[in-house]
């Protein structure tokens, strides 16, 4: 059974994975409304993985007894310049979320919350990937800078990213 201050972390993360969601779909629908259909598909497949792992806490929260607590979720920013900044803001954001999920194993290991701490060596290992991919993009748009053939290139690339739900390990 969670603890009243674990079940309040955790819902506070479903919040954060929600306005992730929530952010990269704007994301997505700002590169469809520049004609970088790749990258909005990019964008699309991250705010499905967001809701995933929202989903994954919730039905987290439900199997050890916890009550779910849904709040408001803020309103993207809507403006995200190049697709350079936009995944620079990417990176930025991850590196949030990554911050929030250690504090979730720091609480779960202070609350001697073993199954909580099991559950959330996922996210670490997740959260390694999701910067690690923001990092390649970044990169490569560096790469090509303003080069239109360069860009043309990663959103062809970008068009072909598919969404694979999580496995489940329980």
């Avoid at 779909?25 to 929202?54: I, K, R």
């Avoid at 929260?61 to 607590?69: A, F, L, V």
């Avoid at 990092?135 to 694979?164: C, P, Q, S, Y």
Wanted: net charge negative; glycine share 6%.
């Amino acid at each position: 059974m969670l603890s009243e201050k674990m079940t309040v972390a955790l819902n506070g993360q479903i919040n954060k994975e929600m306005y992730s969601a929530y952010l990269y779909m704007d994301m997505s629908a700002h590169c469809t409304y520049e004609g970088l259909d790749g990258f909005a598909n990019w964008f699309m497949v991250q705010y499905q993985e967001e809701m995933s792992h929202a989903m994954k806490i919730y039905d987290y929260i439900n199997e050890q007894g916890g009550k779910i607590i849904l709040e408001a979720i803020e309103k993207p920013p809507g403006d995200f310049g190049t697709p350079l900044e936009m995944f620079e803001a990417t990176l930025k954001h991850e590196q949030f979320i990554t911050k929030s999920i250690h504090d979730l194993v720091t609480l779960a290991n202070e609350e001697k919350d073993y199954a909580t701490q099991i559950f959330l060596q996922w996210f670490v290992t997740e959260q390694i990937e999701e910067e690690a991919n923001d990092n390649e993009m970044i990169a490569k748009l560096k790469l090509v800078g303003n080069d239109g053939n360069g860009l043309f290139m990663i959103d062809n690339e970008l068009a072909t990213r598919t969404f694979t739900p999580p496995a489940s390990e329980e």
